[in-house]
């Protein structure tokens, strides 16, 4: 038995590891990435590691800096395992997979810290090669200095496209433009509460766009009509302005990025209810302000509720002093006190973020039929609104999966669920909500074949 | 309140009460009949089972009532206007190296050729030949009839055709009791309908003793269900399903790529809560038995695991028939892991006992008064591929007495 395992080196997990390995714990903490760091805090191989401040900008650069001295600070009382997938929870056993080799991990505490990936859309040719999930294009930059192209054009409905581009054009790509399918009413709407929330934030953000036109970047708001074409890979972009004019753009990559998505699976195998989130509009796990999902189980990050790095990581100590808290550990109460308030503020000015972004739902009331929905079973819109408007039709998502395999592949439902659950809302005229959540079947991600079960103490 | 009126009535729209209402109708469209299903139809073991219609390999008793489940199968795009992926892939049903196993299989081959199923025993070498990426096995019993169909699409295109014929399905509409006064059942359903029926047909699968206690009747059902999994797609090049008669692992490949896998020992499921859990180690063990049984799937990676709520008897047989305490009471449920391939035979027999009062398809063996009278064996494959915590719980049932 382990006192604690981490799922997730992300800012989450690392903040709640130096929490509880400065309280004089030894947690593990497993990740199937190869190193530290999670989607922000990322660490770029070895020879990119000097062009660090090129590709972040100094401030963040900065942040990731300090974040890993801090990790490694306490690198002597943590067990971090690198490359494991943790890929199935049952029975308070979290099996985790390594080379081929499964480990089941008892634990007397859990914490989960998954994070988040990409929510996507499907618009016509976003299949075609050449077209990245918006945090692919940063991973390959992050991971590998490498651009997803040279012409690129950054589309969709999130705050992290104008950074993305930012960073592109700082590492040499062109930036053709950015298409934001939000207009610019809603995001003024939305300013003066993310002011309240967080002004540094905003400022920041803000300046984002500013550095992007001051380099003659072209920006379009409130876009629509948003298609790519391309013969073998994406050449062109389509899309509407919002004065209404048809534009043609040709590039030779395409980055799209319609906000953020929790990472549940494993909590929805622990058995934690979800709910449905109307600013976020998806399913959220249901826990306390610390992160408690059930006894011994606890939540962090954006697996729990979208946030950004800087909730995630004051999210991760919350929960790790709720784990000490509950063994009847002595916390510091004020610093709790000032960590839940300091996060209550950032999370308020994430959920203003993703009413001032929100992803065009809509678009799927009239998404073509022919428009690929589930890249993994290759199910089109069309197969899907044929089977709701079958004779005993499915109502939910997992009908519809059982009846038409879209969502049933390789990813879960991960990047087709979401979009799934509004395409079946307009067609029925339902409430998004009573669509439904893909239920979470183990593995949380394939694992090859040949694996077998290790001891859980054989090194 | 709503009344609805109707001939015959079916609680539970699986499989079994989906093709008795579309029998019904296509053999007596005067006959007004009700399904009653309290979520979708096909949602449970009818919808998430491995999808097997394997003839060979089952008791001698079984074997006319799936010969004549076989011949509508064949025949499904004209029952129903949909093909559900049915496919005649044939099944191998495999032996190790091993007296007992051997013995098994050829017993099989005898039975199923008594019965009128046309089996080849092969050995080792003709194993090869035929199918060289099989591995461990030293004979097998090649059934070309047997086939495979998609069972997610099979129970809402039965509903469909059924509906189609004039039949009512009701979904989710749990039905909450029911009584016989005079001539008449009377059913509760939820939403305040009611419904009265001259028949009542006990299709509910692993709920199906529930109905029948409300009758004074029951029988030691163990809701429990195999470990399956799904791998992700790989070249087409596994024709047959292959099942090993141990049970340890029984595998099939879709024309998509992806290859479905059953392993075991079966787990208990709950009805209560309506999770059928799927235990990880369970998983990786059919994992081994898979690869040693198809090296060549190497490399491929395990995509999903499921299980579902599946109503197994100690002696591995459904109940089918009439009830034992009320008339025009008939039980259909119980069918131990293999009702998939029986559906459609199981819904022209009940169509037999309602019209006509009696089937020419023997059905002696799935009387619901064994468990009463003590008649009923345990099976030896329910001591083998059950956990050890479900023999426990059928076996202590009064019902249930053990024979060896
Ligand atoms: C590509 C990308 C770029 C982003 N850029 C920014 C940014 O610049 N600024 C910002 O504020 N936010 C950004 N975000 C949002 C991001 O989610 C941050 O808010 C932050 O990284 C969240 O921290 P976290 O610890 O919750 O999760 P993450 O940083 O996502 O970390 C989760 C970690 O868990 C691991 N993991 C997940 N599931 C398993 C499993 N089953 N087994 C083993 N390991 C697992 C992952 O490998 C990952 O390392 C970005 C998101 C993405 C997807
Ligand atoms: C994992 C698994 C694999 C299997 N593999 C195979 C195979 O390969 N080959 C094969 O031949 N068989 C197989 N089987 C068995 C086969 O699936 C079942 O025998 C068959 O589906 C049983 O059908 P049914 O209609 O009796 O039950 P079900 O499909 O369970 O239907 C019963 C229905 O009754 C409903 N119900 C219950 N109570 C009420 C109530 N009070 N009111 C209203 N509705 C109610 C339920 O909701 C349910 O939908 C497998 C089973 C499982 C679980």
């Known amino acids: 038995?382990?006192?604690?395992?981490?799922?997730?080196?992300?800012?989450?997990?690392?903040?709640?590891?130096?929490?509880?390995?400065?309280?004089?714990?030894?947690?593990?903490?497993?990740?199937?990435?190869?190193?530290?760091?999670?989607?922000?805090?990322?660490?770029?191989?070895?020879?990119?590691?000097?062009?660090?401040?090129?590709?972040?900008?100094r401030a963040a650069a900065a942040e990731h800096e300090q974040a890993h001295a801090e990790f490694a600070s306490i690198a002597a009382s943590v067990d971090h395992r690198p490359r494991h997938l943790a890929w199935n929870l049952q029975g308070g056993e979290l099996f985790v997979i390594e080379h081929r080799r499964i480990r089941p991990l008892r634990y007397g505490a859990l914490l989960l810290a998954t994070g988040a990936t990409d929510r996507l859309l499907p618009v016509p040719g976003w299949t075609l090669p050449g077209v990245f999930s918006l945090g692919g294009a940063q991973t390959l930059l992050k991971d590998q200095g490498a651009l997803i192209g040279r012409r690129v054009v950054f589309a969709g409905a999130s705050p992290l496209l104008y950074l993305a581009a930012l960073q592109y054009k700082a590492m040499g790509a062109t930036v053709v433009a950015v298409l934001d399918t939000t207009a610019l009413p809603e995001k003024l709407r939305a300013t003066p509460a993310l002011a309240a929330a967080a002004p540094r934030v905003l400022a920041r953000g803000l300046s984002y766009m500013a550095r992007l036109r001051a380099g003659g970047v072209a920006i379009f708001h409130g876009v629509t009509a948003l298609g790519i074409e391309g013969q073998d890979y994406a050449e062109r972009v389509r899309f509407r302005c919002s004065r209404g004019a048809e534009h043609d753009l040709a590039v030779d990559a395409v980055a799209l990025g319609f906000g953020l998505r929790a990472e549940t699976q494993l909590l929805d195998l622990a058995g934690v209810p979800l709910a449905f989130d109307v600013d976020f509009r998806q399913?959220?796990?249901?826990v306390d302000g610390d992160g408690r999902a059930a006894p011994g189980l606890y939540?962090?990050?954006?697996?729990?509720?979208?946030?950004?790095?800087?909730?995630a990581a004051i999210s991760g100590r919350l929960a790790a002093y709720a784990i000490l808290?509950?063994?009847?550990?002595?916390?510091?109460?004020?610093?709790?006190?000032?960590?839940?308030?300091?996060?209550?503020?950032?999370?308020?000015?994430?959920?203003?973020?993703?009413?001032?972004?929100a992803w065009p739902a809509h678009w799927l009331a009239d998404a073509r039929d022919d428009t690929v929905l589930c890249r993994c079973e290759n199910v089109t819109v069309g197969v899907?609104?044929?089977?709701?408007?079958?004779?005993?039709?499915?109502?939910?998502?997992?009908?519809?999966?059982?009846?038409?395999r879209c969502g049933m592949g390789r990813c879960q439902a991960r990047f087709c669920g979401l979009?799934?659950?509004?395409?079946?809302?307009?067609?029925?005229?339902?409430?998004?909500?009573?669509?439904?959540?893909?239920?979470?079947?183990?593995p949380v991600k394939p694992i090859p074949l040949d694996a077998t079960l290790v001891d859980e103490d054989t090194p | 309140m709503t009344v609805l009126r109707v001939n015959t009535a079916i609680v539970g729209g699986g499989l079994m009460g989906c093709w008795t209402a579309l029998m019904l109708r296509r053999r007596d469209p005067g006959h007004c009949v009700c399904v009653i299903e309290k979520g979708k139809v096909g949602a449970q073991a009818s919808g998430v089972n491995y999808g097997n219609l394997r003839i060979q390999g089952r008791h001698p008793g079984q074997l006319p009532l799936s010969l004549r489940a076989a011949s509508l199968w064949e025949r499904l795009p004209d029952l129903i206007g949909e093909g559900c992926e049915f496919d005649a892939t044939g099944h191998l049903y495999a032996?190790?190296?091993?007296?007992?196993?051997?013995?098994?299989?050829?017993?099989?081959?005898?039975?199923?050729?008594?019965?009128?199923?046309?089996?080849?025993?092969?050995?080792?070498?003709?194993?090869?030949?035929?199918?060289?990426?099989?591995?461990?096995?030293?004979?097998?019993?090649?059934?070309?009839?047997?086939?495979?169909?998609?069972?997610?699409?099979?129970?809402?295109?039965?509903?469909?055709?059924?509906?189609?014929?004039?039949?009512?399905?009701?979904?989710?509409?749990?039905?909450?009791?029911?009584?016989?006064?005079?001539?008449v059942f009377r059913i509760d359903a939820a939403g305040g309908l009611t419904i009265e029926a001259d028949t009542l047909i006990n299709a509910a699968g692993a709920w199906a003793p529930e109905v029948a206690g409300w009758f004074g009747e029951g029988a030691p059902i163990v809701p429990a269900g195999p470990p399956q999994f799904v791998t992700d797609a790989v070249p087409y090049f596994i024709r047959p399903s292959v099942q090993a008669v141990d049970g340890t692992v029984i595998f099939r490949q879709v024309r998509q790529g992806h290859v479905v896998v059953a392993g075991y020992p079966r787990s208990p499921s709950d009805p209560v809560a309506n999770r059928a859990p799927v235990d990880a180690r369970k998983i990786v063990n059919a994992m081994g038995h898979l690869l040693r049984a198809v090296p060549a799937l190497e490399g491929a990676t395990l995509l999903r695991v499921w299980s579902g709520i599946e109503g197994y008897l100690p002696d591995m047989l459904p109940v089918i028939g009439p009830s034992g305490t009320t008339?025009?009471?008939?039980?259909?449920?119980?069918?131990?892991?293999?009702?998939?391939?029986?559906?459609?035979?199981?819904?022209?027999?009940?169509?037999?006992?309602?019209?006509?009062?009696?089937s020419r398809t023997p059905l002696d063996r799935f009387s619901i008064g064994r468990f009463a009278d003590g008649s009923a064996e345990v099976a030896e494959h329910f001591t083998r591929e059950f956990d050890r915590s479900l023999q426990v719980q059928a076996v202590a049932h009064p019902g249930a007495q053990r024979t060896r």
Do not use: Y
Not at chain 1, 14 to 32: C, K, Q, S, Y
Not at chain 1, 299 to 311: E, K, M, S, V, Y
Not at chain 2, 129 to 138: C, K, V
């Open chain 1, 1 to 57: 038995m382990h006192s604690t395992v981490i799922v997730g080196a992300g800012p989450a997990g690392m903040a709640a590891a130096v929490v509880l390995a400065r309280a004089g714990e030894h947690p593990i903490i497993v990740d199937e990435a190869e190193q530290p760091g999670g989607q922000v805090w990322r660490k770029p191989a070895a020879p990119l590691q000097p062009a660090l401040a090129r590709i972040l900008g």
């Open chain 1, 283 to 286: 399913w959220l796990p249901i």
């Open chain 1, 299 to 311: 939540a962090a990050g954006d697996g729990c509720t979208i946030g950004g790095a800087a909730a």
């Open chain 1, 325 to 357: 808290a509950d063994r009847g550990v002595a916390v510091p109460a004020t610093e709790v006190a000032m960590l839940r308030a300091r996060l209550a503020r950032l999370r308020a000015f994430q959920r203003a973020l993703s009413r001032a972004f």
């Open chain 1, 384 to 404: 899907v609104r044929a089977a709701v408007a079958a004779p005993l039709g499915p109502r939910e998502v997992n009908r519809a999966k059982a009846l038409t």
């Open chain 1, 419 to 442: 979009a799934t659950a509004e395409l079946m809302a307009h067609a029925l005229a339902a409430p998004v909500a009573t669509m439904g959540r893909h239920r979470s079947q183990a």
């Open chain 2, 95 to 183: 032996a190790r190296d091993d007296a007992r196993e051997i013995a098994k299989v050829e017993t099989a081959a005898r039975q199923a050729s008594e019965a009128g199923l046309a089996t080849e025993l092969l050995d080792a070498r003709a194993l090869a030949q035929r199918w060289p990426w099989l591995n461990g096995f030293s004979m097998a019993s090649w059934s070309p009839r047997d086939a495979i169909a998609n069972p997610r699409l099979v129970t809402p295109a039965v509903a469909r055709a059924a509906r189609a014929h004039g039949a009512l399905i009701h979904e989710d509409t749990a039905v909450h009791g029911a009584a016989r006064t005079g001539a």
């Open chain 2, 327 to 358: 008339p025009r009471l008939v039980h259909a449920f119980g069918f131990c892991g293999h009702g998939f391939q029986l559906a459609p035979g199981v819904g022209d027999v009940l169509a037999d006992l309602v019209l006509e009062g009696s």
